[in-house]
């Protein structure tokens, strides 16, 4: 058995997607706190934040404001996520998918995706994501696959087995923090969720330690200055 790694110096940034506006209690939080506290016991700055306590306009823009909207959180969130080494976005099932508030948190993630780091690539290169989703009816690994794509296609980096959640019986029932649920208790959830929490840890460091993804055969910038790395034009064969 190895022991733990230093994970000193991550920072993890763990959205909610709940309908819920605080302090109205959130069983996706109860599933978010289980994974913080596996990586603050592991030394991980952990920045926790519920989207619909934001004033975040809706859009495919990087500023709203930009764009007729009087307000827009968006800016400001965007830094603390683009700080972070990781991002593990959480969220509701209903209706057998996503919840509006983690469709409008990836499309604002999206809008930034045309962005560029120090190294020419995608912004978004470098970090690793993850995903939790809760209910009480089916749809996890549906909603667990939209989430993990949508982050893969604008640069995070998705690690094996990246998504964990807890549904209890299908149809109306108790949700995860519900007394009697056997959310907390039930072995397959704590099971995927530490198991996600470590290869989000383990994978953010070997990025850190690498100083991200190596930057070649990847650089936007560099594509649009006439690098073609190695790609085969049929008009020049």
Known sequence: MTSDPDCTGLKATFVN????????????????????????????????????????????????????????????????????????VAGPIWLGDNSSVTKRLIERIYSMSSEVNEKGQYLFYGRVAGCLITGNEDGIKHCAQNVLYSLQHVGYTIPPNADAGWIGEAGPGPSYLDEGSGGPENDFTSRNTTFMTWNLLHLAKMLKDAGGVPGHGNQRTQWDAGARFDYENPEYR
Request: aromatic letters at 6%.
């Open 17 to 88: 997607c709940t309908l819920k506006k605080s302090p109205e209690p959130s069983h996706t939080q109860g599933l978010v706190d289980a994974s913080a506290r596996i990586m603050r016991k592991n030394g991980v700055e952990v920045d926790v934040l519920r989207f619909i306590d934001h004033d975040v306009a809706t859009g495919v823009y990087p500023d709203m404001r930009e764009h007729g909207w009087e307000y827009d959180a968006w800016p400001d969130l965007s830094r603390g996520i683009l700080a972070s080494d990781i991002l593990v």
